[in-house]
Nanobody, 124 residues
Framework: QVQLVESGGGLAQSGGSLRLSCQAS????????MAWYRQAPGKERELVAA???????YYVDSVKGRFTISRVNFQNTVYLQMNSLKPEDTAIYYC??????????????????WGQGTQVTVSS
Protein backbone atom coordinates (compact mmCIF):
# COMPACT_ATOMS: atom_id res chain seq x y z
CA GLN A 1 0.00 0.00 0.00
CA VAL A 2 1.03 3.56 -0.66
CA GLN A 3 -0.22 6.11 1.84
CA LEU A 4 -0.71 9.79 1.09
CA VAL A 5 -0.68 12.46 3.78
CA GLU A 6 -1.87 15.95 2.94
CA SER A 7 -1.32 19.22 4.74
CA GLY A 8 -1.69 22.93 4.20
CA GLY A 9 -5.40 23.52 3.91
CA GLY A 10 -7.22 26.15 5.87
CA LEU A 11 -8.97 29.48 5.64
CA ALA A 12 -7.94 32.26 3.29
CA GLN A 13 -9.45 35.51 2.14
CA SER A 14 -10.37 36.13 -1.45
CA GLY A 15 -7.19 37.03 -3.31
CA GLY A 16 -5.03 35.22 -0.80
CA SER A 17 -2.79 32.20 -1.12
CA LEU A 18 -2.46 28.72 0.31
CA ARG A 19 -0.01 25.91 -0.36
CA LEU A 20 -1.02 22.28 -0.17
CA SER A 21 1.46 19.45 0.31
CA CYS A 22 1.08 15.71 -0.14
CA GLN A 23 3.71 13.12 0.66
CA ALA A 24 3.57 9.48 -0.35
CA SER A 25 5.05 6.69 1.73
CA UNK A 26 5.27 2.93 1.47
CA UNK A 27 7.58 0.19 0.27
CA UNK A 28 9.00 -0.56 -3.17
CA UNK A 29 6.84 1.83 -5.12
CA UNK A 30 7.33 4.27 -7.93
CA UNK A 31 4.96 7.04 -8.88
CA UNK A 32 4.05 7.89 -12.45
CA UNK A 33 1.48 10.58 -11.83
CA MET A 34 0.40 12.81 -8.96
CA ALA A 35 -2.63 15.01 -8.98
CA TRP A 36 -4.95 17.21 -6.94
CA TYR A 37 -8.71 16.86 -7.07
CA ARG A 38 -11.35 18.84 -5.24
CA GLN A 39 -14.94 18.36 -4.26
CA ALA A 40 -17.24 21.19 -3.27
CA PRO A 41 -20.51 20.59 -1.40
CA GLY A 42 -23.14 19.19 -3.73
CA LYS A 43 -20.70 18.83 -6.61
CA GLU A 44 -18.76 15.99 -8.14
CA ARG A 45 -15.06 15.57 -7.53
CA GLU A 46 -13.06 17.31 -10.24
CA LEU A 47 -9.47 17.14 -11.36
CA VAL A 48 -7.72 20.40 -10.56
CA ALA A 49 -4.11 19.77 -11.58
CA ALA A 50 -1.89 16.84 -12.46
CA UNK A 51 1.75 16.19 -13.16
CA UNK A 52 3.03 13.02 -14.79
CA UNK A 53 6.44 11.67 -15.72
CA UNK A 54 7.67 13.28 -18.90
CA UNK A 55 4.55 15.36 -19.40
CA UNK A 56 3.46 18.94 -19.02
CA UNK A 57 1.37 19.85 -16.00
CA TYR A 58 -2.38 19.84 -16.52
CA TYR A 59 -4.74 22.43 -15.05
CA VAL A 60 -8.48 22.74 -15.20
CA ASP A 61 -9.42 25.97 -16.94
CA SER A 62 -10.80 27.60 -13.79
CA VAL A 63 -7.40 27.57 -12.04
CA LYS A 64 -5.04 28.28 -14.95
CA GLY A 65 -2.71 31.15 -14.14
CA ARG A 66 -3.54 30.97 -10.43
CA PHE A 67 -2.50 27.48 -9.29
CA THR A 68 0.83 25.76 -9.78
CA ILE A 69 1.49 22.07 -9.28
CA SER A 70 5.02 20.87 -8.59
CA ARG A 71 6.63 17.64 -7.59
CA VAL A 72 9.81 16.66 -5.75
CA ASN A 73 10.41 13.13 -6.93
CA PHE A 74 13.02 12.02 -4.41
CA GLN A 75 10.69 13.08 -1.61
CA ASN A 76 7.60 11.57 -3.26
CA THR A 77 5.90 14.88 -2.60
CA VAL A 78 3.58 17.02 -4.65
CA TYR A 79 2.62 20.61 -3.94
CA LEU A 80 -0.23 22.83 -5.06
CA GLN A 81 0.47 26.53 -4.79
CA MET A 82 -2.83 28.37 -4.90
CA ASN A 83 -2.76 32.12 -5.52
CA SER A 84 -5.50 34.66 -6.16
CA LEU A 85 -7.95 32.41 -4.40
CA LYS A 86 -11.65 32.84 -5.04
CA PRO A 87 -14.64 31.77 -2.95
CA GLU A 88 -15.47 29.22 -5.65
CA ASP A 89 -12.18 27.46 -4.84
CA THR A 90 -13.72 26.39 -1.54
CA ALA A 91 -13.70 22.60 -1.42
CA ILE A 92 -12.07 19.57 0.07
CA TYR A 93 -8.85 18.96 -1.82
CA TYR A 94 -7.63 15.42 -2.33
CA CYS A 95 -4.20 14.22 -3.37
CA UNK A 96 -3.98 11.29 -5.77
CA UNK A 97 -1.00 9.19 -6.81
CA UNK A 98 -0.73 6.45 -9.43
CA UNK A 99 2.19 4.17 -10.08
CA UNK A 100 3.50 0.68 -9.48
CA UNK A 101 4.49 -1.43 -6.48
CA UNK A 102 7.19 -4.03 -6.94
CA UNK A 103 5.99 -7.45 -5.86
CA UNK A 104 9.32 -9.13 -6.51
CA UNK A 105 12.28 -8.69 -8.83
CA UNK A 106 10.19 -9.77 -11.81
CA UNK A 107 6.71 -8.38 -11.28
CA UNK A 108 4.84 -5.32 -10.14
CA UNK A 109 1.27 -4.19 -9.80
CA UNK A 110 -0.36 -0.87 -10.40
CA UNK A 111 -1.75 1.22 -7.57
CA UNK A 112 -3.86 4.30 -7.16
CA UNK A 113 -4.01 5.97 -3.77
CA TRP A 114 -5.93 8.88 -2.29
CA GLY A 115 -5.19 11.18 0.58
CA GLN A 116 -7.66 11.85 3.35
CA GLY A 117 -8.56 15.30 2.03
CA THR A 118 -7.86 18.77 3.35
CA GLN A 119 -10.42 21.57 3.60
CA VAL A 120 -9.80 24.83 1.79
CA THR A 121 -12.19 27.66 2.57
CA VAL A 122 -11.99 31.02 0.83
CA SER A 123 -13.99 33.88 2.27
CA SER A 124 -15.21 36.79 0.18
Amino acid sequence: QVQLVESGGGLAQSGGSLRLSCQASGRSFSINRMAWYRQAPGKERELVAAIADGGSPYYVDSVKGRFTISRVNFQNTVYLQMNSLKPEDTAIYYCNAEGTIALNVESARKFASWGQGTQVTVSS
